[in-house]
């Protein structure tokens, strides 16, 4: 899985589920929590 970042003025596409980032970046669990997504705090 290759996470690019996005570049103003471009189209949003369909890229990994959150799901796919955590597992490979389980690290960033606290910071999709303080952004709002606290539906990932239920297991």
């Not at 899985?1 to 690290?27: C, D, H, K, V």
Request: no cysteine; glycine share 10%.
């Amino acid at each position: 899985m290759e996470l690019l970042s996005y570049i103003p003025g471009t189209p949003i596409e369909e890229g990994p589920s959150i799901g796919e980032i955590l597992a490979r970046y389980p690290e960033l669990l606290e910071t999709f929590l303080a952004l709002g997504f606290h539906p990932l705090a239920q297991p």
